[in-house]
């Protein structure tokens, strides 16, 4: 079951900031932020882990409640370059109902930044 | 140079008949899957292998196999294709995805299924 993501789309001017949300029904391990431009491959946003490990680009923030089974990327003073469709993939923990090798991502959130 | 590289890029292919896309990675990763991306319904999992003849399905396995015989090499095969199977592909490589390993992704290849 895909995680779903809000908002599905956001238009944003150079400078402002956005917020995008994921959230799971199952209980999870692990959430992955990947930003895709059109006609390219996803690239690696964040991985946030269950108890705190997480690793990033520095101008990326993100968060992960692990009780709300919820996560939210951070996109502050936000840059022409920051336009794509950002997904997040989650893995579920072990017995929550998934592989705990299945990443599953969500259907996407298209942002554009104008100038 | 670190790369996850897919084979064809474009494919324009008819019913039935047989194709395969290749996927090679050259991390030493242990894991790797494929991915279909279509309009609004975002990643969508076809197969993930956790290693050597280790595979297992996505959410949409249907029509689909793979195999995975070298660590480095994880093809997509589609026996007998369908137009619903027109798509754009990805394929993906990491160490392990329960780590805080980052998942590389091929340039994709889209297939279109006449």
């Known amino acids: 079951q895909q995680p779903v993501q809000s908002p599905q789309a956001v238009i944003l001017r150079e400078g402002e900031d956005a917020v995008i949300n994921c959230s799971s029904s199952?209980?999870?391990?692990?959430v992955h932020w990947y930003r895709q431009k059109h006609g390219e491959a996803p690239v690696f946003l964040m991985i946030l882990l269950k108890g705190g490990e997480q690793k990033g680009h520095e101008k990326i923030s993100a968060s992960f409640n692990e009780k709300k089974q919820q996560s939210s990327l951070y996109l502050t003073a936000s840059q022409l370059s920051y336009s794509g469709t950002y997904f997040c993939?989650?893995?579920?923990?072990?017995?929550?109902?998934?592989?705990?090798?299945?990443?599953?991502f969500g259907k996407g959130t298209l942002l554009t930044v104008n100038p | 140079e670190a790369q996850v590289t897919q084979n064809p890029r474009y494919l324009i292919t008819v019913t039935g008949k047989k194709l395969t896309v290749t996927c090679s990675q050259n991390m030493n990763h242990e894991y790797m899957s494929w991915y279909r991306q279509d309009p609004g319904l975002g990643l969508r999992q076809i197969y993930y292998?956790?290693?050597?003849?280790?595979?297992d399905k996505g959410d949409v396995p249907e029509g689909y196999k793979v195999s995975r015989k070298e660590k480095r090499n994880f093809p997509l095969i589609l026996e007998s294709p369908s137009p619903n199977q027109t798509s754009l592909y990805f394929c993906?490589?990491?160490?392990?995805?329960?780590?805080?390993?980052?998942?590389?992704f091929g340039a994709g290849t889209r297939l279109s299924v006449l």
């Open positions: 993906a490589s990491s160490l392990l995805p329960t780590r805080l390993d980052i998942q590389y």
């Open positions: 993939g989650v893995i579920p923990l072990p017995g929550s109902g998934g592989s705990n090798y299945k990443l599953t």
């Open positions: 292998s956790m290693n050597v003849e280790v595979t």
């Open positions: 199952k209980a999870l391990y692990s």
